[in-house]
């Protein structure tokens, strides 16, 4: 599977140029012209490795999406400004909004890609070397990476499924409503709640076993979704 990467760019030869490069070097690329649709792609479960960002964008500045995605995403996310905007003021806004790197237009795409490379290859070895684990049973879930295994076999779960999961066993012996579920992974008060449920069974049916009499993931009634650990092959 490929690494995807996200870039917000209003102007579309730049985007295309951008997206060009990226995916000449095996990168999968995705654009989109307003923070706001960047924005809907991820509250619709889109987990990129790293963000392109513009500044001067139409609507919602690159800023306030940069505020928005550190406070609502994975914080370990790499994110590269591009933009033509080249006081320091600029500079030290982004840096102190989260961003990770600051390229001012015009620039080299070879270069760019280079620092994408860079910034992907010292965040993995970063990770590998303080990876997050929790075990239950046979399985250990690998937090910085979004993996699920069972003893070294890895279970495949979709980025929703892995997220539910995380969410649950994060909040062991601790009942959770289908609410407070979707609030914390859809990161939404709105939409359709079932969801939960749906995503929930899915879970089951991968780590239960049996699915219709769950060890793991139990169904408290009146209270909702609670996780248990304490169970062992």
């Known amino acids: 599977m490929k690494t995807k990467i996200l870039?917000?760019?209003d102007v579309p030869e730049m985007a295309e140029l951008i997206c060009m490069y990226l995916n000449n070097a095996d990168f999968e690329s995705l654009a989109f012209d307003t923070?706001?649709?960047?924005l809907e792609k991820l509250s619709a479960g889109y987990s990129p490795a790293l963000v392109i960002l513009d500044l001067n964008l139409p609507g919602m500045s690159g800023f306030d999406f940069l505020k928005t995605f550190r406070k609502n995403y994975k914080a370990t996310i790499p994110v590269i400004i591009v933009s033509a905007r080249d006081a320091d003021e600029d500079i030290i806004e982004g840096l102190g909004f989260g961003a990770d790197e600051f390229v001012t237009k015009p620039f080299s795409p070879k270069v760019l890609v280079?620092?994408?490379q860079s910034k992907l290859a010292?965040?993995?070895?970063?990770?590998?070397?303080?990876?997050?684990t929790i075990n239950f049973g046979p399985y250990t879930l690998y937090c910085n990476s979004?993996?699920?295994?069972k003893r070294t076999e890895k279970i495949p779960l979709s980025t929703k499924e892995y997220e539910v999961l995380e969410y649950l066993v994060k909040?062991?012996?601790?009942p959770a409503t289908p609410e407070q579920v979707f609030n914390a992974v859809w990161k939404t008060p709105f939409g359709d709640m079932t969801a939960v449920g749906v995503y929930v069974q899915r879970l089951r049916r991968k780590i239960e076993e049996d699915p219709a009499n769950p060890k793991y993931?139990?169904?408290?009634f009146g209270l909702g979704y609670q996780f248990s650990m304490e169970s062992n092959e």
């Open 122 to 132: 010292r965040l993995c070895a970063t990770e590998a070397s303080v990876e997050e």
């Open 114 to 116: 280079a620092r994408v």
């Open 146 to 149: 979004c993996i699920l295994k």
């Open 35 to 38: 923070a706001e649709k960047a």
């Open 7 to 9: 870039v917000i760019e």
């Open 171 to 174: 909040n062991n012996n601790k």
């Open 217 to 220: 993931i139990k169904t408290i």
